[in-house]
């Protein structure tokens, strides 16, 4: 089945620790995005790409960084300078040229520093 | 700045009731307009779509206004279910397919 998978779906984090979340989609779409969710809130963009090999930041791009190798994959590593990154992430693909460019997302994944 | 807000945080309704949730953007310019439902530690699931040169639009359950007039959406969903019970936001289409999300509205459905 097409889709998006993220991975792992929950993460431990030591403070001062780079981890990195998997995200993977086979839509084929062009665009993919990294959004960030706190608990009782909507949802935040971290960074996004439209093609391969390109990224730009979101809104909270600080503390982050990505990467677009291939059209499938957008790995987000969070760093040691996110100094607060207990959240939920969730990563999106879409077509955004199309008449029906709604982003599709994948399960997220719960990170949590111990 | 662009924003996208929701006027009420929670809403609860009976099991076979109708279901209306509101949203307020605040850029006229947005030509494009997704309600999103989100359960409990998943991601957000697509439930109908609006563009700017539409009032209304309807889908299986669901019907989403738009007044660009005072700038607001609403989703109603028909005959509410308690499978319905999830958090809905409405979300904004910027340029390259960003989105900009409300804080979301709770809807609970009691049997």
């Known amino acids: 089945d097409g889709g998006i998978t993220q991975s792992p779906k929950y993460l431990f984090r030591k403070e001062g620790q780079n981890v990195t979340l998997s995200c993977e989609q086979n839509l084929n779409h062009d665009a993919m995005y990294w959004y960030r969710q706190d608990p009782g809130q909507g949802l935040r963009l971290i960074y996004y790409s439209q093609i391969v090999n390109d990224f730009q930041k979101g809104d909270i791009a600080e503390g982050y960084s990505v990467s677009r190798e291939k059209k499938e994959s957008f790995p987000l590593t969070v760093t040691s300078a996110q100094k607060n990154p207990t959240a939920f992430y969730l990563c999106?693909?879409?077509?955004?040229?199309?008449?029906?460019?709604?982003?599709?997302f994948g399960q997220g994944t719960r990170l949590t520093v111990v | 700045g662009e924003s996208v807000g929701l006027h009420l945080p929670t809403l609860s309704v009976q099991e076979g009731d109708n279901s209306i949730i509101n949203c307020a953007y605040s850029n006229s310019a947005s030509d494009y307009f997704i309600w999103y439902k989100q359960e409990s530690g998943k991601g957000p699931q697509f439930i109908i779509d609006i563009r700017s040169n539409m009032d209304k639009r309807q889908g299986q359950r669901v019907t989403v206004l738009l007044n660009k007039t005072v700038k607001h959406l609403s989703l109603q969903i028909a005959a509410t279910q308690p499978g319905d019970s999830a958090v809905y936001f409405c979300?904004?289409?910027?340029?390259?397919?960003?989105?900009?999300f409300g804080q979301g509205t709770i809807l609970t459905v009691h049997p």
């Open positions: 999106a693909s879409s077509n955004f040229r199309q008449n029906s460019p709604e982003a599709f």
């Open positions: 979300a904004e289409k910027g340029a390259w397919g960003k989105l900009t």
